[in-house]
């Protein structure tokens, strides 16, 4: 048994578990105000699912910009998919939260930054979150604790998405 608190996976945990709540806001009421996110993730994610053409031109990491034009934006437990508009060409995605490595909304200058571990056998699976009713809140938190062991999320400067 371990004598310390591991902050690090439980802010990880956090920090997905809002990702997760905004999308899902977004995706049954829009895009409030003069909201908008950038999400950069992890193109070679074993669960990552973009065209063959954006794989190509994004074969590392890409940026998503949800803003003014998107649609089905759906947020499942342990991924979201969305459709984007790029040059005119509607592409379906889907990404694990698990594959993302920063999510910014420079309308609030809010950012989140995460480094790159994502392992099949401790997805997170932010239902576990959920499920108030057959688990007590110290069960969930050591629950998640130990599903958490992904990355580690910071706060990072937004300086690169200020409006000029």
Known sequence: MDNTIDYEKIMQSASLRAIHDVLSGVSKTGLPGNHHFYITFDTNHPDAEISKSLKERYPDEMTIVIENWYENLI?????????????????????????????????????????????????????????????????????????????????VSLESFRKT
């Open 75 to 155: 947020v499942e437990n342990l991924s979201f998919s969305i459709t984007l508009n790029f040059g005119n060409v509607p592409e379906i995605m889907k990404i694990p939260f698990d594959a993302i490595k920063s999510f910014v909304d420079p309308s609030v200058e809010f950012g989140l930054s995460f480094s790159n571990k994502f392992s099949k056998k401790s997805e997170l699976d932010i239902n576990d979150q959920l499920d108030h009713d057959t688990t007590s809140k110290e069960s969930q938190s050591d629950e998640i604790t130990k599903k958490a062991e992904r990355r580690s999320g910071e706060v």
